[in-house]
């Protein structure tokens, strides 16, 4: 099993219409949940973090915690072309190791 | 304020050859990162200074690979020799918290070739 998971896509979604992004982790004492957009040739970019179970909002962006279930998502609304990216999500382990997973590909359909 | 600066952003050379990547944090911050993306194996932690000190180079592939961090604003990695299973983008990330649990700020990446 791998320490980071996420669907590696492609995920297409209309425009207007929410994207949700999913990814799961293996270790249950990690404490701190990070997103990072990735366009195509660019540095990946920091969009969330999360440390709490629950969710946190910014702007279009929804991070969704649940250390029960070892679960963190995104939710993108009004999902626009320019939100067409890889999407990694990262997580800071218990052992004081960041680990990044594989990456969603989403692709914003006009 | 400029972001985390890497230098050069595109390097080809040849197998054999030594190679050494450059990177200036954000300044103020006190953490410091070099990660490797490669298609297959995505975004992988080579190693990370808190402070100037090495804390984790665990993730370092081989003793062919070694990293610097002299002072607060300058960090190297260097390859010697390369080979070309060294290609990839290198990333340099840095923080203002300790450890990994603080959001990183990437730099542009080198992209290595070695042929």
């Known amino acids: 099993q791998k320490e980071v998971e996420q669907n590696s896509g492609p995920l297409s979604v209309p425009e207007g219409a929410i994207a949700s992004l999913n990814c799961t982790y293996s270790?249950?004492?990690?404490?701190?949940f990070f997103w990072y957009r990735q366009y195509s040739g660019k540095s990946p970019e920091l969009i969330m973090f999360?440390?709490?179970?629950g969710d946190k909002e910014d702007g279009r962006f929804t991070a969704q915690l649940n250390k029960a279930s070892q679960y963190v998502s995104l939710l993108i609304r009004d999902s626009q072309p320019s939100d067409s990216a890889t999407y990694l999500c990262?997580?800071?382990?218990?052992?004081?190791?960041?680990?990044f997973g594989s990456g969603t590909r989403l692709s914003i359909r006009p | 304020d400029a972001g985390v600066i890497q230098s050069p952003r595109h390097e080809v050379t040849e197998m054999g050859q030594e190679v050494t990547l450059r990177c200036k944090p954000i300044?103020?911050?006190?953490?410091l990162f070099w990660y490797r993306q490669t298609m297959m194996r995505g975004l992988e932690l080579l190693i990370y200074?808190?402070?100037?000190?090495?804390?984790?180079d665990s993730g370092m592939p081989e003793d062919r690979f070694s990293a610097k961090m002299p002072n607060a604003s300058f960090s190297t990695l260097k390859i010697q020799p390369s080979e070309p299973r060294d290609s990839a983008v290198y990333f340099c990330?840095?923080?203002?918290?300790?450890?990994?649990?603080?959001?990183?700020?990437f730099g542009p990446g080198t992209r290595l070739t070695v042929t």
């Open positions: 990330a840095s923080s203002s918290g300790t450890g990994t649990t603080y959001e990183q700020y």
């Open positions: 270790d249950r004492g990690s404490q701190s």
């Open positions: 999360i440390y709490s179970n």
């Open positions: 990262a997580v800071g382990s218990s052992a004081s190791k960041i680990i």
């Open positions: 300044s103020g911050h006190n953490s």
């Open positions: 200074f808190n402070n100037n000190v090495p804390i984790d």
